[in-house]
């Protein structure tokens, strides 16, 4: 019963892109246009690519880079978010600097940090890190700031240690707002590694797009952007996955 | 251990006054507190100049460059691409999220569809994009639009999909005619999640056109940043990057007023 | 609080409206979730005369709320029907209003308030001067008066569920489901907004279907005290009260026979519940 009603629901929402990827393959199989080639053209590029190791390389380096950066961007984000978060002075003195790196554009600074720093894999993570410490950094501080004042006055009551009231108390308040952050985060990041790897570099997806393209490897560049989409998505299921897991109390109190 | 913000709400007029000058003070030391360092290390040469100039080249240049035409003309072509991309993706995406959300059939239909735009790198599809359109500005505008489409598309869908059981049951009782519920119910109800979509969205097209202008060779202010490097001359660079970090400032300030307006009766009714 | 009615809603006394009344025969709800079934009750008759207060009181999770959507024709019944004016009840009918007990969440916020009391007129077509003054009118029969350009959640919890009453009156129904309208809202407000009801009543003859799982609020108001129990729920005693159409907060439920009544009531939901438990 519930069986049926999972493939069900699972059909009616992946008939369409289906359909889609379908009336593509169809669409196009005669297609002479130089710039849409064939689905099918496209495809075997990416089997052959895949197959020669350069298309597997490249994809290793993006991951590389982008789960660093975000690993380093998301733990700076929520340990100074945490820092600040506590104190109330701090958070209003260094308010505008914050909002003002918020609001920078992340991409503007990768020919800055590239240009210093040299087309190697550290600048690029740094450049993902940096831009995903904001939105985590500011979601964190909004969260530790909306812990309510019932919770506090448990904590102060039964003199919870400093460790306790970290760990049990602030970062499980902050958890869903933290989450919220990392999300944003998240998709900055697969920005600014694609930017980063077409801007400069030797190695990664942005860089094979960006290769491709230039040689007119029409059909390589194609592979290369629906790669980089597939990973985007695989990314955010990854992240919706740990979100669910370690939100569950939250959703279902929610619901309550 | 009562804060300077918190204190200004409840303390009379004078003390206010003394209040808010010690929070301008605080933060104006914070400020020459970092440029101070940084002129340390750049005096110093802990990073070479071409990495890390003084502070007041980048000063020097920041001035300098609001006095040259070609600065101002970079940065209106960098606002109106992510404008018009934004007001384009906009007149799309309301009038799809409001069909989508009214009819769960179409919505459910779609979420995969949505979910893999959503997350989808649009900056990846630039070397396809400058293949087809070339680096023009309609090049541009396109990828501004083909990014910021979803974020308002899934917040239109979301705003108009989530109606309060309770004011469901109320417009059935009173049998609420269709025209009515979808203007002076649905509507509403989604105006709020909409303009959160279009705040969003707007600081993302900043983003995509500065980093179209970068990549693509496009002009706008992320080219300029770009040859500035490129040239040997960061503190233009650096000098662009605060611009670029003002106007992120100033559009997301104004799309958050334009916002707040939209949702008074919200935050005036989350006081309670 | 002053109660002040207008002409306009004076007018419409019981003696010179036909009213109509409400009959619910052998009905019963079962939902099935996930292939098993819950019946939520079943059996349930009783009328409501025109004019009448019939209160159905119950213990929590008993499924009132359920019935009352049965009632309103928000929610079909799976057994038996429930009949208005004669006419069987399919859907949502213009000689029925409901007043919820979420009344912050009824009421919408971007509309001004006496634009939500006017917002069913509007719908029913009524031109736009005569939706204002039906509105203010009504807004007066309630005693908010002038509160009519304000936002509902400018207003206090029991003004709100005066704006949702008014609505209501607005939209001239006969009959006036309401759904444990004032459990959200402090004891004082409570009493007032009761001697709302039987005011509203005494003066426009509304019926009144209410909803509460106060055995004290239910006997106050009614004529007719319809008590639910079990599991599934069940009509366990239907007590008449003889306390007059003039009651007052202090006197009346100090009268023996509010306390026998009130005494009676609780005995069958405790019998019942107890019952439950043993099987």
Redesign the interface.
Known sequence: MSTTNTLRRFLEQAWLPFALLALWWVLSSGSTNFYFPPLSVIWETFLDELLTGRMLRNIGASMRNITAGLFIGVLAGVFIGVAIGRSRNLRAVLDPYLQFLRAMPQVALIPIIIGAFGITALPKIWAIAFACVWPVLLNTIDGIRAIDTGTRDMVRSYRINRRLELFKVMLPAALPQIMAGIRVSLSVAVVVMVVSEIWGATEGLGFFINQSGAQFQVAATWAGTLVVGLIGYLLSLIFLFIEHRSLHWYHNSAQQ | MTSITTQLKVVAPPQRARLRLRLGLARAAVGVGIIAVWWIAAHFDWLSDQILPSPFDVLRSFVALAFTGSFWISFLQTLASAMGGLLIAFLIAVPVGLALGITPVLERMTRFLLDLGRSFPVIALLPVMILLLGTSAAMKVTVIVLGVVWPILLQTTYGSRRMDPVVRDTTKIYRITLRLRFFKVVLPAAAPFIATGVRVAASVAILLSIAVELLGRTPGMGHSLGQAQIDGRPDIALAYLVYSGLLGMLINWIFMRLEDRIIVWNALGDKD | MEKTVTQEFETRDSVSKPHTRLDVIELGKTYVT??EEHEIFRGLDFAVEPGQVVCIVGPSGVGKTTLL?CL?G?LEATTGHVSIGGKPLT??V?E???V?Q?YS??L????RTRENVA??L???GVPKEERRRVAEEALTAVGLAGAGKK?P??LSGGMQQRAAIA?ALA?NADVLLMDEPFASVDAQTRFDLEDLVLDLRSRLGISVVLVTHDIDEAIYLADRVVVLSGKPASIVDIVDIHLGRDRDQLTTKAQPEFVEARARVLRQIRRNADEVDAS
């Open positions: 996930n292939g959507r309103s928000l859907e949502p213009p029925m209003a409901v919820f979420d969440r009824s919408m916020p971007w509309m917002f069913p509007e719908s029913k936002y959640w400018q609505r939209y």
